[in-house]
């Protein structure tokens, strides 16, 4: 048996096969375009692991996606793969419809008309889960109730549209052509392995480097942060349990503003790792121009997933946090080849002339 995921040398879904080899023990075939976001870094402790093969390639390349599902007889296929940044989004919307609504399209497709092929059984069982966002569902005022499965979609950003879009395509494959699929809607992650153009890297690596901690506006937009294991098996419990054709919102009830979430950053960082000049980390927070469209709040109610599949997230913000600072604390290695952009000379070497 073997899955094929997408997008899995990128900051989830790395996280995703590591822990899915560690708790399953089933083969994964990973498919990642290895834009600027994918480091293969991620996966090192995987090498010449018999349960996982690497490919570079688009999601969008309909050939390659063909041949893998034959060649492996997929029985599953995960789809992190996208464009995930909001403020890259704004600066350049193209290739976020390229690869969320484009390339998502392609790999549906091509999942159809493979499980189109299968034997009764194999379609029986044959699952395509679509990995989303809460940001399809817009923006909540403070009193608002948290995001249900129920809520209409009303995306802002051309990120969250073009990850809406995908979600439709995922919907209507499902109900046209009867293809199984399962969508999870989750909320703001962090973790290991995030890459530092995001809000909780960045700060982390910019306070132990002395630079500013940028806060856009007056910093009350609130996200709903969950420690980044915790998505990883609330999907590996939707693809085992979950109800074809379902969507499940993922979410850690930690609903937090920006600014505390910094500051709660820099107070760990003045326990673990004290600036040389005693001042504390905080003393380096700068508010910046805000984010056009700035979305103001995200909440998920995640009691769906809870009540029909039993799960629910181990992890607080306060002992998520402390374990994602400890990490960036102590993988230097890591920190310093992503930062430098070293590892993207090592693609180039390893993956150029492919
Ligand atoms: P990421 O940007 O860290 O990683 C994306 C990965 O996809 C990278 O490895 C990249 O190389 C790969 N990729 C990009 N375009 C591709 C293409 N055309 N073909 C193949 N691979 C391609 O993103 P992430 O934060 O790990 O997010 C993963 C998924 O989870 C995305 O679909 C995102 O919308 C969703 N999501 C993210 C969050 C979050 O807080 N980060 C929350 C909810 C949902
Ligand atoms: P981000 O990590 O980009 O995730 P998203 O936009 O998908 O929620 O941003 C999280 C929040 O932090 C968001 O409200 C924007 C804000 N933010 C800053 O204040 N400063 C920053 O430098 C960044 C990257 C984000």
Redesign the pocket.
């Known amino acids: 048996m073997t899955i094929l995921v997408t997008g899995g040398a990128g900051f989830i879904g790395s996280n995703f096969v590591l822990d899915w080899v560690a708790e399953t023990g089933e083969a994964v075939v990973n498919l990642d375009k290895l834009t600027y976001a994918g480091n293969p870094a991620n996966l090192a402790s995987l090498e010449g692991s018999p349960l996982h093969v690497f490919v570079r390639a688009d999601i969008g390349d309909s050939d390659t996606v063909a041949k893998l599902l034959r060649k492996y007889n997929i029985r599953a296929v995960v789809n992190f793969a996208a464009e995930?940044?909001?403020?890259r989004s704004i600066h350049g919307p193209g290739e976020f419809i390229q690869t969320n609504v484009v390339g998502t399209f392609r790999l549906l497709d091509e999942a159809r008309s493979y499980w189109g092929e299968l034997p009764h059984d194999k379609q029986r069982d044959f699952r395509f889960l679509h990995v989303s966002?809460d940001?399809v569902y817009g923006s909540l005022k403070p009193l608002d109730p948290a995001f249900k499965e129920t809520n209409p979609y009303e995306p802002n950003?051309p990120?969250s549209a073009s990850k809406a879009a995908s979600d439709h395509l995922v919907r209507a494959w499902h109900h046209t052509y009867g293809l199984p699929v399962l969508t999870t809607n989750c909320s703001?992650n962090y973790g290991p392995y995030h890459f530092p153009?995001?809000?909780?890297p960045?700060?982390i690596l910019n306070a132990l480097n002395d630079k500013p901690?940028?806060?856009?506006?007056d910093?009350q937009?609130?996200?709903d942060w969950l420690y980044v294991k915790d998505h990883c098996a609330a999907i590996r419990r939707v693809l085992e349990a979950g109800e074809v054709g379902e969507t499940y919102n993922v979410g850690g009830w930690n609903e937090k503003a920006?600014l505390e979430?910094?500051n709660a950053i820099c107070s760990i960082l003045d326990e673990l790792k004290p600036r040389r000049d005693g001042k504390p980390y905080a003393a380096q927070i700068t508010f910046?121009t805000d984010?056009p469209g700035?979305?103001r709040r995200?909440a998920i109610d995640a009691s769906k997933l809870e009540r029909e599949l039993g799960w629910k997230p181990s992890e607080t913000f306060e002992t998520g946090i402390r374990k994602t600072v400890q990490w960036y604390l102590d993988n230097t290695e890591w920190v310093s080849t992503v930062t430098s952009g070293e590892y993207r000379k090592w693609i180039d070497t390893n993956y150029g002339s492919r």
């Open positions: 995930s940044h909001v403020d966002t940001e950003s990120y703001n153009e995001k809000l909780i960045l700060c901690l940028p806060i856009y506006g910093g937009q609130v996200r920006n979430v910094v910046v984010r700035h979305d995200y």
